[in-house]
């Protein structure tokens, strides 16, 4: 299994990103993506969380309203569309793959992760 995010940069606040996460390698259909994030010396944060065959979705509470995750099942690739983005979103963007429809919200649970892709948000 291979995980590529990529979408992120360096933007003001109050900008928009979208994050792109594509798998490769197995097919995905019981499986769940989410995004992480992780800034400096912090743990490793859920964001959202959606299920390769359904579409229900979990949101961590502060990105509710500005943050939507969605799949494009052609392109075996989830999206993090992000606006209103603060200073403090600012973090390594990590997608993570788990099977099964619990909606874990703990990193340790994830068994495949992508490289990151970096977003800043300067205020």
């Known amino acids: 299994v291979q995980l590529v995010e990529s979408g992120g940069g360096l933007v003001q606040a109050g900008d928009s990103l979208r994050l792109s996460c594509a798998g490769s390698?197995?097919?995905?259909?019981?499986?769940?993506m989410a995004w992480f994030r992780q800034a400096p010396r912090k743990e490793r944060e859920f964001v959202a969380r959606i299920h390769w065959s359904g579409d229900t979705t979990y949101y961590a509470d502060f990105v509710k309203g500005r943050f939507t995750i969605s799949r494009d099942k052609a392109k075996n690739t989830v999206y993090l569309q992000m606006n209103s983005l603060k200073p403090e979103d600012t973090a390594v963007y990590y997608c993570g793959l788990v099977l099964g429809w619990t909606p874990y919200t703990d990193y340790r649970k994830y068994d495949y992760w992508g490289q990151g892709t970096q977003v800043t948000v300067s205020s």
């Open positions: 390698g197995q097919s995905f259909n019981n499986y769940a």
